[in-house]
């Protein structure tokens, strides 16, 4: 395309809100605009004078702003990355783009500290029609409705269960659910509906968290402890999806992911891999029948070779997410992973600590509890 074709075609106006020194700018929400032609980033706000302007030249701009208000008063950005990964201000950044007229967010995960946040931004999205998407990149993985068909088409026969683990590196725990983990539940409730029920514990050296251990988390996520979580959720399909993670719990990273088991197979999905899933045909229970190798399915389907080149790099970089939240302001329909799924996957996460304040009691969602359950143990 030609520079002149290029600037007669509408171009959508971006701007950034990192902050430097409590959660950056996420994984590259910055940057990610710059690879798009139909995108120009205007302003960046930065509450950190360095990082405010190491991000005027990275973004190739002239000046920055140190509060975001004002930033979005004066320069009307159609379109907001939210990049900081200390979530205790995503829900005051986010009101703040829907009060300013913003058409639509990208925001970093997780969603925000607790449902009541959650509901906040919800309602706002619904009342000004603002369109705000989670960069829970795997769940904008164009192989994943291939993957979702090939279970429904019964590929690997009655589904039987659906287990998921976290990174399980030095934040293995209750930090492992909150920052990794919800990559992992956001996945689970779109192969498997809802989830309606949570059974669950948390634990720190072996026993069972208390109130005494519980201390403000990392990341901005307020009260939170443990260096094990154990989760078991009924979703809507009546597939049962268990969640586990534990503190430098063998090789890093090599469980994090999710396993949906089939009386025929399994499909294995590894967050952040590329291809995204496997498929091992074959009864899991039969470990002497003979053995079965693992196939990739991907966007054309099982064992068939990637069509979409460079995807891996697509879906890291979160080209496809942002062009997915472009096209979902322009022509009105939902993001992939928008505001209302981003509260069923924080729905999930509360609901561990709910479960185990109750004794680990079965709790249904959505939950009455719309406040960090730790801070009424």
Same mark, same amino acid.
């Given at each position: 395309?030609?520079?002149?074709?290029?600037?007669?075609?509408?171009?959508?106006?971006?701007?950034?809100?990192?902050?430097?020194?409590?959660?950056?700018?996420?994984?590259?929400?910055?940057?990610?605009w710059?690879?798009?032609?139909?995108?120009?980033?205007?302003?960046?706000?930065?509450?950190?004078e360095t990082?405010?302007?190491?991000?005027?030249k990275?973004?190739?701009?002239?000046?920055?702003?140190?509060?975001?208000?004002?930033? #979005?008063r004066?320069?009307?950005?159609?379109?907001?990355?939210?990049?900081?990964r200390?979530?205790?201000?995503?829900r005051?950044?986010?009101?703040?783009?829907?009060?300013?007229?913003?058409?639509?967010?990208?925001?970093?995960?997780?969603?925000?500290?607790t449902?009541?946040?959650?509901d906040?931004?919800?309602?706002?999205?619904e009342?000004?029609?603002?369109?705000?998407?989670?960069a829970?990149?795997?769940?904008?993985?164009?192989?994943?409705?291939?993957?979702?068909?090939w279970?429904?088409?019964?590929l690997?026969?009655?589904?039987?269960?659906?287990?998921?683990?976290?990174?399980?590196?030095?934040?293995?725990?209750?930090?492992?659910?909150?920052?990794?983990?919800?990559?992992v539940?956001?996945?689970?409730?779109?192969?498997?509906?809802?989830?309606?029920?949570?059974?669950?514990?948390?634990?720190?050296?072996? +026993?069972?968290l208390?109130?005494?251990?519980?201390?403000?988390?990392?990341?901005?996520?307020?009260?939170?402890?443990?260096?094990?979580?154990?989760?078991?959720?009924? #979703?809507a399909?009546?597939i049962?999806f268990?969640?586990?993670?534990?503190?430098?719990?063998?090789?890093?990273?090599?469980?994090?992911g999710l +396993?949906?088991?089939?009386?025929q197979?399994?499909?294995? #999905?590894?967050?952040?891999q590329?291809p995204?899933?496997?498929?091992?045909?074959?009864?899991p229970?039969?470990?002497?029948?003979?053995?079965?190798?693992?196939?990739?399915?991907?966007?054309a389907?099982?064992?068939?070779?990637?069509?979409?080149?460079?995807?891996?790099?697509?879906?890291?970089?979160?080209?496809?997410?942002?062009?997915d939240?472009?096209?979902?302001?322009?022509?009105?329909?939902?993001?992939?992973?928008?505001?209302?799924?981003?509260?069923?996957?924080?729905e999930?996460i509360?609901?561990?600590?709910?479960?185990?304040?109750?004794?680990?009691?079965?709790?249904?969602?959505?939950?009455?509890t719309?406040?960090?359950?730790?801070?009424?143990?």
């Open positions: 395309m030609t520079a002149s074709a290029l600037s007669a075609e509408k171009r959508w106006r971006i701007g950034v809100i990192g902050h430097t020194g409590r959660g950056n700018y996420g994984h590259g929400l910055d940057t990610l710059l690879r798009l032609p139909e995108t120009q980033i205007v302003a960046v706000a930065d509450a950190d990082g405010r302007a190491a991000a005027v990275r973004l190739g701009l002239t000046q920055g702003y140190a509060d975001y208000h004002r930033m #979005l004066e320069t009307r950005p159609e379109i907001v990355a939210i990049g900081p200390h979530i205790d201000q995503h005051d950044m986010a009101l703040a783009c829907a009060e300013a007229g913003v058409r639509g967010i990208y925001m970093e995960k997780p969603f925000c500290r449902l009541e946040e959650a906040e931004i919800v309602r706002a999205c009342k000004t029609g603002m369109k705000l998407a989670l829970h990149r795997n769940r904008q993985h164009p192989a994943l409705p291939t993957v979702a068909k279970i429904h088409d019964g690997i026969g009655r589904v039987l269960e659906m287990r998921g683990r976290g990174k399980e590196d030095k934040r293995g725990g209750a930090l492992d659910l909150w920052v990794l983990g919800s990559h539940l956001n996945i689970a409730t779109y192969l498997g509906g809802t989830a309606m029920t949570c059974t669950a514990e948390v634990r720190l050296n072996g +026993q069972r208390t109130r005494a251990q519980v201390k403000e988390g990392e990341e901005g996520i307020g009260l939170l402890a443990g260096d094990e979580v154990h989760a078991r959720y009924r #979703l399909s009546g049962t268990s969640f586990d993670s534990m503190k430098e719990a063998g090789v890093s990273e090599a469980g994090f +396993q949906v088991i089939g009386t197979g399994i499909i294995d #999905l590894r967050m952040d590329e995204l899933a496997h498929l091992r045909p074959g009864n229970f039969q470990p002497k029948a003979p053995s079965q190798t693992w196939v990739a399915i991907t966007t389907g099982v064992g068939k070779a990637e069509p979409i080149s460079d995807l891996g790099r697509k879906v890291s970089s979160h080209e496809i997410a942002a062009k939240l472009l096209s979902a302001v322009k022509q009105g329909h939902a993001p992939l992973c928008d505001a209302v799924q981003g509260r069923e996957t924080m999930m509360s609901a561990v600590f709910e479960s185990h304040r109750l004794g680990s009691a079965e709790v249904m969602l959505p939950l009455k719309r406040v960090n359950p730790l801070t009424l143990l």
